[in-house]
């Protein structure tokens, strides 16, 4: 089946920048994904790439490279209320959607 | 606006217990899913539906049916419980087949089988 890495935890100071990185396999792509989900709750979506190139979602970027099976998502002006999980999905066939296991943000003062 | 509602939030199953988990959705969306959340496991698919009256197998099918005889409403079933289905179990439904639009999620089921 697909499989998508992401790291793991991630830490980051309030106000600054930080980007998660998320790889995955080739075969039967359609597309990344990006959720986000505070712990106890569900998870929400925040953007989609199916083309190479970055969309921008007010403080929240998504950037893909199809060439190098790759994509990230940029947080700007990180608030607190931004530490939660960040997933990574893709695409698998045409109706099914296969997550990364997740990278935890937390932001500190 | 409701979205996508599960029931119940949370349940206490033992071992060889069956039960049922309601999913509705109120955006008249297509495609319905089953996912199960486990400590860094990530989601994983357990069933999902593209209409009203079909179901497929996800990735982790084993132990669980699924319904969809409204195109609303989309049902777990747990015939028979085991400790291993212990979770966090989460519905979502989507307007596209794609991922364009995303996926919207109810708030989960929390279920524990002792």
């Known amino acids: 089946g697909q499989s998508l890495e992401q790291p793991s935890e991630v830490t980051a100071v309030e106000g600054a920048i930080v980007q998660i990185n998320c790889t995955y396999q080739?075969?039967?792509?359609?597309?990344l994904s990006w959720y986000q989900q505070h712990d106890g709750g569900a998870p929400t979506f925040l953007s989609y790439?199916?083309?190479?190139g970055l969309e921008e979602t007010g403080r929240f970027s998504s950037f893909l490279s199809r060439s190098d099976s790759y994509g990230y998502l940029l947080l700007q002006e990180l608030q607190m209320k931004d530490s939660a999980s960040y997933f990574c999905?893709?695409?698998?066939?045409?109706?099914?959607?296969?997550f990364g296991k997740g990278t935890k943000l937390s932001v500190i003062p | 606006n409701a979205g996508v509602t599960q029931t119940p939030k949370f349940r206490v199953l033992k071992t060889g217990q069956s039960m049922t988990l309601l999913c509705a959705q109120d955006?008249?969306?297509?495609?319905m899913y089953w996912y199960r959340q486990d400590p860094g496991m990530g989601l994983r698919l357990i069933h999902y539906?593209?209409?009203?009256?079909?179901?497929a197998k996800g990735e982790v099918p084993d132990g669980y049916n699924v319904s969809r005889l409204k195109k609303q409403n989309f049902l777990l079933g747990l015939e028979s419980a085991a400790p291993s289905q212990t979770s966090v179990y989460f519905c979502?439904?989507?307007?596209?087949?794609?991922?364009?639009?995303?996926?919207?999620f109810g708030s989960g089921t929390r279920l524990t089988v002792v």
């Open positions: 999905a893709q695409g698998a066939g045409s109706y099914q959607l296969t």
């Open positions: 955006m008249n969306h297509e495609y």
């Open positions: 080739t075969s039967g792509f359609y597309g």
């Open positions: 979502a439904s989507s307007y596209s087949s794609g991922s364009l639009y995303g996926y919207t």
């Open positions: 790439n199916a083309l190479d």
């Open positions: 539906s593209v209409g009203e009256g079909t179901t």
